[in-house]
């Protein structure tokens, strides 16, 4: 069965607006991952998490240290280069990621 | 700068031939990963390693064979190829605490 799940499967955002995304994970995960991919498919690393936050520019992840359940993307001020799919993935075992079937981002001028 | 290349980046296979895709990484990583990507399915792993000459089964391992005959290469081996294995498939390097670096994927279609 499925161990990661996103919401939402899909945003439009209007540009200028914040907005945040989430991951649930059906076990306790030792660390998470979040993905872009482009329109041209290739996936580029946006930050790896074993607990807390991490914050680049106007993206924040956080991993819920406590029961590492779920994780979030909080996407700030969006701007139409942030278009893309935005997956998670979460490690189970070693080394072992599991991705969630991602969320499908508009962001509309 | 490291990297993590596959090639070919398209391949048009027939039912029941032989296709073999590569992997190379020069981020030294320990371990190294075959997903495909398929609508609605997100990303699935087909074979994983640890290192020269180890591979593991992923979730979906059945109609492929993996090979890690060096630290920077690991490549996906589909002995009898079908149309279900049409896809689009990344490899990916890891370390125990940092991020993949992903390859830019492998388009794959058997006909």
């Known amino acids: 069965g499925d161990q990661v799940e996103q919401s939402p499967s899909a945003l439009s955002l209007h540009e200028g607006t914040d907005s945040a995304l989430r991951c649930n994970f059906t076990?306790?995960?030792?660390?998470v991952q979040w993905f872009r991919q482009n329109s041209r498919g290739s996936l580029i690393s946006l930050f790896y998490?074993?607990?807390?936050t991490k914050e680049n520019g106007r993206l924040k992840s956080a991993f819920d240290s406590k029961e590492r359940r779920y994780s979030t993307l909080h996407i700030r001020d969006a701007q139409l280069e942030d278009s893309g799919t935005y997956f998670c993935?979460?490690?189970?075992?070693?080394?072992?990621?599991?991705f969630g079937k991602g969320t499908s981002l508009t962001v509309i001028p | 700068e490291a990297a993590v290349t596959q090639s070919p980046r398209n391949k048009v296979a027939v039912t029941g031939g032989k296709v073999t895709l590569s992997c190379n990484q020069t981020?030294?990583?320990?371990?190294m990963y075959w997903y495909r990507q398929d609508t609605g399915h997100g990303l699935r792993l087909i074979h994983y390693?640890?290192?020269?000459?180890?591979?593991e089964k992923g979730d979906i391992p059945d109609g492929y064979k993996a090979s890690r005959p060096s630290q920077e290469n690991f490549s996906l081996i589909l002995e009898l190829a079908t149309p279900s294995q049409t896809s689009v498939y990344f490899c990916?390097?890891?370390?125990?605490?940092?991020?993949?670096?992903f390859g830019s994927g492998t388009r794959l279609l058997v006909i």
């Open positions: 990916a390097s890891g370390q125990q605490g940092s991020d993949y670096t």
């Open positions: 076990t306790t995960m030792r660390s």
């Open positions: 998490l074993a607990s807390g």
């Open positions: 993935a979460a490690e189970a075992g070693y080394q072992n990621f599991y």
């Open positions: 981020n030294n990583h320990n371990n």
């Open positions: 390693s640890y290192g020269a000459g180890s591979t």
